[in-house]
């Protein structure tokens, strides 16, 4: 009888304890979101990779902010099939959230709707996989705000007057096409009336054929004020040939990554190009998948919500989430970034 007694004595206490804690919350934010530790699985296409180990760095300071747990994982490997058992595996570890850039967007399919039956919020990020498949896209920035950052960077630095070339990819390469015709779109502007478009050239995301490609511009266009290349392997290349031709005077910018164009922007042959923040994508993904998992965000277009640091995001149409805008890259910021 005695020990019964106490028994219920104890449990008396921890229920008036409990309803004082309750009490005293009342018209607070509640359990913060730090306290409420989510476990979050980051598969990106492979490990490895300078640029998404950048997105690592981002998706651990958007953790560490809300408390979660990150975990970061993926194949050597960029093959959507390969990304599978990651997946699964995240599933049976009980996290609440997989971020995903998916590989091969019909191969994670099917393993991210089983996820999602287990009541496991999907997200992706940098690549997508079909809409049905995951709640949220992170996109990188849209062809519209890329094409049109592009023109004003190179404005920027040749005045807004003069003749430049473009040195594209490929000429099939979807993305550069895009990018391109917002370019040609955005000289029309009154702002850019000056500026004159000479030359699409094609170096075909190689190396050799885009530095050849390069030095014919040169060539053909003796009054060439600038060359805008929105392809990582054309910006480079290009920039080694306006090195070795002593050619700094014509102005190079575009899409390239800082580990390939630090040389070229501490030597001054490059003042300014551009990506995107990869650091930011993750540590948006990462507020995102939060956002999920408590249910600000559902998909729903039209929905916003704070993402840290970033400020505010709104779900667009198909739950697509523009995570990043165009970033640039300068020789007072460019020793920041490792990718």
Same mark, same amino acid.
């Given at each position: 009888?005695?020990?019964?007694?106490?028994?219920?004595?104890?449990?008396?206490?921890?229920?008036?304890?409990?309803?004082?804690?309750?009490?005293?919350?009342?018209?607070?934010?509640?359990?913060?979101?730090?306290?409420?530790?989510?476990?979050?699985?980051?598969?990106?296409?492979?490990?490895?990779?300078?640029?998404?180990?950048?997105?690592?760095?981002?998706?651990?300071?958007?953790?560490?902010?809300?408390?979660?747990?990150?975990?970061?994982?993926?194949?050597?490997?960029?093959?959507?099939?390969?990304?599978?058992?990651?997946?699964?595996?995240?599933?049976?570890?009980?996290?609440?959230? !997989?971020?995903?850039?998916?590989?091969?967007?019909? /191969?994670? @399919?099917?393993? %991210?709707?089983? =996820?999602?039956?287990? #009541? $496991?919020?999907?997200?992706?990020?940098?690549?997508?996989?079909?809409?049905?498949?995951?709640?949220?896209?992170?996109?990188?920035?849209?062809?519209?705000?890329?094409?049109?950052?592009?023109?004003?960077?190179?404005?920027?630095?040749?005045?807004?007057?003069?003749?430049?070339?473009?040195?594209?990819?490929?000429?099939?390469?979807?993305?550069?096409?895009?990018?391109?015709?917002?370019?040609?779109?955005?000289?029309?502007?009154?702002?850019?009336?000056?500026?004159?478009?000479?030359?699409?050239?094609?170096?075909?995301?190689?190396?050799?054929?885009?530095?050849?490609?390069?030095?014919?511009?040169?060539?053909?266009?003796?009054?060439?004020?600038?060359? !805008?290349?929105?392809?990582?392997?054309?910006?480079? /290349?290009? @920039?080694?040939? %306006?090195?070795? =031709?002593?050619?700094? #005077? $014509?102005?190079?910018?575009?899409?390239?990554?800082?580990?390939?164009?630090?040389?070229?922007?501490?030597?001054?042959?490059?003042?300014?190009?551009?990506?995107?923040?990869?650091?930011?994508?993750?540590?948006?993904?990462?507020?995102?998948?939060?956002?999920?998992?408590?249910?600000?965000?559902?998909?729903?277009?039209?929905?916003?919500?704070?993402?840290?640091?970033?400020?505010?995001?709104?779900?667009?149409?198909?739950?697509?989430?523009?995570?990043?805008?165009?970033?640039?890259?300068?020789?007072?910021?460019?020793?920041?970034?490792?990718?």
């Amino acid at each position: 009888m005695r020990r019964k007694w106490f028994t219920l004595l104890i449990g008396t206490a921890a229920v008036a304890a409990m309803a004082l804690g309750l009490s005293a919350g009342i018209g607070s934010a509640g359990p913060s979101e730090a306290e409420q530790g989510f476990k979050i699985y980051l598969l990106p296409k492979n490990l490895g990779n300078p640029y998404f180990n950048a997105s690592h760095q981002g998706a651990k300071a958007a953790a560490k902010e809300l408390g979660d747990t990150i975990t970061y994982n993926a194949p050597t490997e960029a093959s959507g099939t390969k990304q599978v058992p990651f997946i699964d595996t995240a599933v049976r570890q009980g996290y609440r959230a !997989i971020i995903i850039s998916a590989a091969d967007a019909n /191969a994670v @399919a099917p393993a %991210l709707k089983r =996820a999602q039956q287990r #009541n $496991v919020k999907v997200i992706t990020y940098d690549a997508d996989t079909v809409p049905s498949a995951r709640t949220a896209f992170v996109s990188l920035p849209d062809f519209k705000s890329v094409g049109e950052a592009q023109i004003e960077w190179l404005g920027s630095q040749i005045g807004y007057r003069g003749e430049f070339a473009i040195l594209s990819a490929t000429a099939v390469a979807p993305n550069q096409n895009q990018w391109i015709k917002y370019m040609r779109a955005a000289i029309r502007k009154p702002k850019y009336r000056n500026m004159k478009l000479v030359k699409v050239a094609y170096g075909d995301d190689n190396d050799t054929k885009s530095a050849r490609e390069a030095q014919a511009l040169l060539q053909a266009y003796p009054r060439l004020r600038g060359i !805008i290349s929105p392809t990582t392997v054309g910006i480079a /290349a290009a @920039a080694r040939v %306006l090195t070795q =031709a002593k050619k700094c #005077n $014509v102005r190079l910018t575009g899409l390239g990554l800082p580990s390939q164009m630090r040389r070229y922007v501490k030597s001054g042959c490059v003042r300014k190009f551009g990506l995107w923040n990869v650091v930011d994508l993750g540590y948006v993904a990462v507020h995102t998948a939060h956002a999920v998992i408590r249910g600000t965000v559902t998909g729903r277009a039209g929905q916003s919500y704070r993402a840290g640091k970033a400020g505010r995001r709104t779900v667009g149409k198909n739950g697509v989430i523009i995570g990043v805008p165009p970033f640039a890259f300068t020789r007072a910021n460019i020793d920041k970034f490792k990718f």
